[in-house]
């Protein structure tokens, strides 16, 4: 059944404006008037253009549609474990769904159930909201009659993630303040305050400036012309370093370079540990085959030389080799974390022994962050310092030059 947006005006004159799904513009407007809603637009709405759409805004936007997301699923988890049908459920979260675009897929989501397709099949039609790993989870709960539970997984492993992400936003605050704070200050110093400060010390002082104030003079005549060059070649580098990043070799490199940071790269990695551990331990609970788990984990890892690790991973079970064999020989995963996976699939508790891993290193992470952020933050504070410093040293010379004149 098609969706359609509509706007207008309610019985008392106040403009109102919604969605609305009919299998005709007329059936539509029907609806409507029934409300008694008088429509000025009425457009049919591209669900699956919806749904994409989300990959291309910003990372803070999908953000919101994630959380979102997880508390519908949760929701969803209540409502099929009290006995209420799938249709009936996917009717209530299209009641309260918190965004348009979320509304539009669920009616969607819900038409196609309706009309007799499965629940996962449905989802998988918007790759945006709901990803690999969630349709395949959804599939094994639906082909093993624990749908409810799975979901309920789901829930859980997206908050997970989501708590993951928010700990490393807030520890790379400060830093991020400081740099743009930083960053302002300087141009506005360079293109604003210096030049009228330096244009009157110059007729004051009649005669040559010091070494620092003429590069601070250059530089200050550069950042006024030329801004718009700089402007330009940061946006090339950006928009470069992003068409570069479409390459598989150039991201393998990239990955692999930022993995050998010191410091940093420790971070990078043990984030790229906890997320295959975490995932692969959910989709071994669900009830997925270990190497059709494997397939979704290198998808979703975000990470190419890990996701290359994955790859290597599954061709050895298909040989007939084990999981902690090609672990332990990948250079990627620390010696531990093999040597607990061996544990754990002699135990036959393969699913636990990753959570365990899971957790170690998402408190591992947390530590690693602060270490970080308290080792960049004295960096940057010194770099501004001295960069300030240069100018206000810049400044003062030719007035104490000045001083000097007028005393002899």
């Known amino acids: 059944m098609p969706v359609y947006q509509y706007k207008g005006y309610d019985k008392g004159g106040a403009p109102r404006s919604g969605i609305v799904d009919a299998d005709s513009p007329k059936e539509a407007r029907g609806q409507l008037r029934a409300l008694r809603v008088h429509v000025t637009d009425l457009d049919i709405l591209d669900t699956l253009t919806v749904s994409t759409s989300r990959n291309y805004l910003p990372a803070f936007l999908q953000k919101r549609h994630r959380e979102e997301v997880t508390m519908l699923t949760r929701q969803l988890a209540t409502m099929l474990r009290s006995g209420i049908p799938l249709a009936s459920c996917v009717t209530a979260l299209v009641e309260q769904a918190g965004h348009p675009d979320l509304e539009i897929v669920l009616r969607d989501v819900r038409e196609k159930v309706t009309q007799g397709a499965g629940f996962a099949d449905a989802l998988a039609h918007h790759p945006g909201y709901f990803d690999e790993l969630y349709v395949n989870m959804v599939k094994a709960g639906e082909a093993a009659g624990n749908l409810d539970v799975i979901l309920g997984r789901l829930a859980d492993f997206n908050q997970k993630q989501d708590r993951m992400?928010?700990?490393?936003?807030?520890?790379?605050?400060?830093?991020?303040?400081?740099?743009?704070?930083?960053?302002?200050?300087?141009?506005?110093?360079?293109?604003?305050?210096?030049?009228?400060?330096?244009k009157l010390l110059k007729r004051g002082s009649g005669g040559d400036l010091p070494l620092a104030t003429e590069i601070l003079v250059n530089s200050s005549n550069f950042f006024g012309q030329y801004w718009w060059l700089l402007?330009?070649?940061?946006?090339?580098?950006?928009?470069?370093?992003?068409?570069?990043?479409?390459?598989?070799?150039?991201?393998?490199?990239?990955?692999?370079?930022?993995?050998?940071?010191?410091?940093?790269?420790?971070?990078?990695?043990?984030?790229?540990?906890?997320?295959?551990?975490?995932?692969?331990?959910?989709?071994?609970?669900?009830?997925?085959?270990?190497?059709?788990?494997?397939?979704?984990?290198?998808?979703?890892?975000?990470?190419?030389?890990?996701?290359?690790?994955?790859?290597?991973?599954?061709?050895?079970?298909?040989?007939?080799?084990?999981?902690?064999?090609?672990?332990?020989?990948?250079?990627?995963?620390?010696?531990?974390?093999?040597?607990?996976?061996?544990?754990?699939?002699?135990?036959?508790?393969?699913?636990?022994?990753?959570?365990?891993?899971?957790?170690?290193?998402?408190?591992?992470?947390?530590?690693?962050?602060?270490?970080?952020?308290?080792?960049?933050?004295?960096?940057?504070?010194?770099?501004?310092?001295?960069?300030?410093?240069?100018?206000?040293?810049?400044?003062?010379?030719?007035?104490?030059?000045?001083?000097?004149?007028?005393g002899v």
């Open 165 to 198: 992400r928010a700990k490393m936003t807030a520890s790379m605050a400060y830093p991020v303040v400081l740099i743009t704070f930083g960053i302002v200050v300087v141009i506005v110093l360079m293109t604003f305050v210096v030049p009228r400060i330096l």
């Open 231 to 406: 402007l330009m070649l940061a946006i090339s580098a950006y928009t470069t370093f992003k068409l570069a990043m479409r390459n598989e070799e150039f991201r393998y490199q990239w990955d692999l370079f930022r993995m050998r940071i010191p410091v940093v790269g420790d971070l990078f990695k043990k984030i790229s540990v906890s997320r295959f551990c975490v995932t692969f331990s959910t989709l071994l609970k669900s009830g997925i085959p270990a190497l059709q788990a494997l397939t979704i984990v290198k998808g979703i890892v975000g990470n190419t030389v890990m996701a290359r690790v994955v790859e290597d991973i599954h061709a050895k079970i298909i040989e007939g080799a084990d999981i902690s064999g090609p672990v332990k020989k990948s250079g990627v995963f620390p010696p531990v974390v093999g040597y607990m996976i061996a544990v754990g699939e002699q135990a036959g508790t393969l699913e636990e022994m990753l959570e365990r891993v899971a957790e170690a290193y998402d408190d591992e992470i947390e530590i690693t962050a602060q270490k970080v952020t308290s080792m960049v933050e004295p960096v940057l504070i010194i770099s501004l310092a001295l960069v300030i410093g240069f100018i206000v040293i810049a400044i003062l010379l030719p007035i104490l030059q000045i001083g000097q004149a007028a």
